[in-house]
């Protein structure tokens, strides 16, 4: 397969979404298909064979995603150069759009996937007027593909909820190789200062308004005021991270982004994951989390009730409920033997969830619809050749 894909974050952003467009281009790679990627103009992949950069500016309110400026003309016949059997656009601003109007009407599949919570992080970003604009404009633009692939069930209903059609779940994987209980580091543990019989809570992921981080802090600082062993690892940067270092209790440290083997190491060497988001469309961080063996606390919201089964390898608390959140955290800080129990569930269930797995069903999903494109264009052309 010819695949071009289209995206407007890709690496060195680290973020939920480039990560796991990084791993459909290996996967995709290692089945011997050939990809072209469109993305932001990156200094450090210049020169990459393959791919399309389009030049771009940084986001005035979140200056870390990059706003693509396309040239539509020219970007079309590099892509109609590469001929694509496919085209996945997997983001909606400029250059997804750019992407889509062109390919309408030029005979080649399109199909996209829906990563980020636009709607939510309106209200985060004082832009809670133009919520129901957000929405009709996605709808409008996934309604034009053949496919929208969306992260979790949950995610799933909520488009469909909306008016999103031929909504099919893609979930995420993990490296179950990577991310595991035995990368916990008694030395990250002593660098943080930590007693033998501290707990350590561990939230990873960017430092953003959408985070919910505020709640995070306060419950943090609570149950600080009755358990006099906890301590608080941030792992992520953004934005509001001077915001946070600010306003962070005694007993908080904030390590900013981590990477590939280190980061597994400081997933591991927690006791339990603290995750206040109520955007996710998944979360990755918390299949990641429950790889090393760490239990959740988050809320039901979003994606992760995919992953996190309360009771079994973590608890949730309904939709912010703030006091129920508190409480599980509290709870699970003081029960060590329920911790080992679910950390074992947590293990478990991670090795379900391998990277393989889930882009086999995404690749059948591809397969499905060159098949479906075809025929409807076949069966086109011989009804239009009957009526001559």
Known sequence: MRLTLVSET???????????????????KARGDTVQLVIPRYKERRGNPGEVGVPSFAFPLYPEVRVPLPRPGKLWKAIQAFGPDLIHVATEATLGLSVLLKARGKGIPVVSSYHTNFSQYTRHYYLGAFE?????????????????????EMTRGELLDHGFKNVEVWARGVEVALYSPSRRSEEIRGQLKLASDDVLAVYVGRLAKEKNLPLLLRVFQRAKQ????????????????????????????????????????????????????????????????????LPVVGFEAG???????????????????????????????????????????????????????????????????LKTFQADRTTKEQAGTSEE
Not at 250 to 275: I, N, Q, T
Not at 347 to 364: D, H, K, P, V
């Open 10 to 28: 890709f690496w060195p952003q680290t973020n939920g979404v480039s990560k796991v467009l990084g791993r459909l281009v290996e996967y995709a």
């Open 132 to 152: 129901k604009g957000v929405w009709n404009y996605l709808r409008w633009f996934h309604n034009q593909g053949l496919r929208t692939y969306c992260p979790s």
């Open 226 to 293: 009755r358990i006099a062993n906890l301590q608080l690892l941030l792992v992520g940067d953004g934005p509001i991270r001077k915001t946070v270092e600010s306003q962070a209790p005694p007993g908080v440290h904030c390590v900013g982004y981590k990477r590939g083997e280190d980061l597994a190491a400081h997933f591991a060497s927690g006791d339990l994951f603290l995750f206040p988001s109520v955007t996710e469309t998944f979360g990755n961080v918390v299949l990641e989390a429950l790889a090393c063996g």
């Open 303 to 369: 994606g992760v009730p995919h992953s996190v089964h309360h009771g079994e390898n973590g608890l949730l608390a309904p939709l912010n409920d703030e006091e129920t959140f508190q409480e599980h955290f509290e709870g699970l800080c003081r029960d060590s033997q329920r911790r080992s129990q679910m950390a074992k569930a947590a293990r478990a269930y991670a090795e379900t969830q391998t990277w393989g797995n889930i882009f086999s069903g995404l690749f059948a999903s591809y397969e499905t619809v």
